[in-house]
């Protein structure tokens, strides 16, 4: 677990945490209640936890769950609000940079056009703390089918440094296939969307958290946006086509071909994103 935890903080060598000690002198001010979330490994929707924090037997979506034979799979949540208010307390947040507001100037996130924006609608002040949000998938060892995906999230109103050492750690799945949007995503957004209405409280001010850039791959993209990998069946971004299996090499690829003449039938255009 702590080598999971160094490699997804982003931790040098130096801060690298290499022992239970270490890391409770780091976080024990954290401790707050964990929770574990289930999908159904017949269906993947959110399985019931009963008072011991594991599915019961009988489910709403049918299907039974044992946990001797069901995948080991699950989400773990921490607690953002409290690893927030931590990151307030001893590291603060800077004012808002003059370049923010100098039009030609680029170069952090606060420089952006649409930080800019919105700090000139008012979105973004002095008790905002905006953040990037990011996740992505790595192997428990090259022989597992185990994975494990961190969702977290970095602080943009301070230095590259600081942001770099304190990430926030909202979700970890660990399973032997790819989250599912439900029990990953969704508890995270939720979340999110909560200290973005209520705040965080801290030495007597509230500060209103707000993501304002998710970075992911393309692998880790579909999750996110829920919709078909860039190589699966009806996974074009703009349009419905079903994709075409086109030989290229000594395999196949999946491909979305453009309609050159009107022989060839068209597909109704995506609605949204």
């Not at 780091?26 to 707050?32: A, M, P």
């Not at 370049?99 to 606060?110: A, Y």
């Not at 349009?239 to 309609?259: A, D, F, R």
Request: proline share 5%; with cysteine; hydrophobic share 30%.
């Amino acid at each position: 677990f702590l080598d999971i935890l160094n490699v997804s903080s982003g931790l040098n060598q130096d801060d690298e945490l290499r022992s239970p000690y270490l890391f409770m002198k780091r976080y024990g001010l954290l401790k707050g209640d964990l929770k574990r979330i289930y999908p159904c490994s017949t269906c993947s929707k959110t399985l019931k936890n009963g008072e011991s924090e594991y599915p019961t037997e009988i489910q709403p979506c049918g299907h039974n769950y044992c946990k001797e034979t069901s995948d080991k799979c699950y989400t773990l949540l921490l607690p953002v609000e409290e690893q927030v208010r931590f990151f307030l307390r001893h590291h603060g947040i800077q004012k808002i940079p003059q370049e923010t507001l100098d039009q030609d100037r680029k170069g952090d996130v606060f420089t952006g056009d649409r930080y800019k924006q919105y700090v000139k609608d008012g979105l973004i002040n002095e008790r905002t703390v905006t953040m990037q949000i990011n996740t992505d998938g790595a192997q428990k060892l090259k022989s597992s089918k185990y994975s494990f995906w961190p969702f977290m999230g970095t602080v943009n109103e301070t230095g590259y440094k600081t942001r770099r050492s304190n990430v926030i750690l909202m979700a970890f799945w660990f399973g032997n296939k790819k989250p599912p949007r439900n029990v990953f995503v969704d508890p995270c957004v939720d979340v999110l969307n909560q200290l973005c209405s209520t705040g965080v409280e801290c030495d007597n001010k509230k500060y209103i958290i707000r993501p304002v850039i998710v970075t992911v791959d393309t692998i880790a993209r579909p999750i996110l946006r829920n919709t078909m990998q860039f190589n699966g069946a009806y996974g074009c971004d703009f349009c419905l086509h079903p994709g075409k299996s086109v030989k290229i090499g000594k395999g196949n690829t999946l491909v979305y071909c453009e309609q050159s003449d009107d022989s060839q039938p068209k597909y109704p255009l995506r609605s949204t994103l």
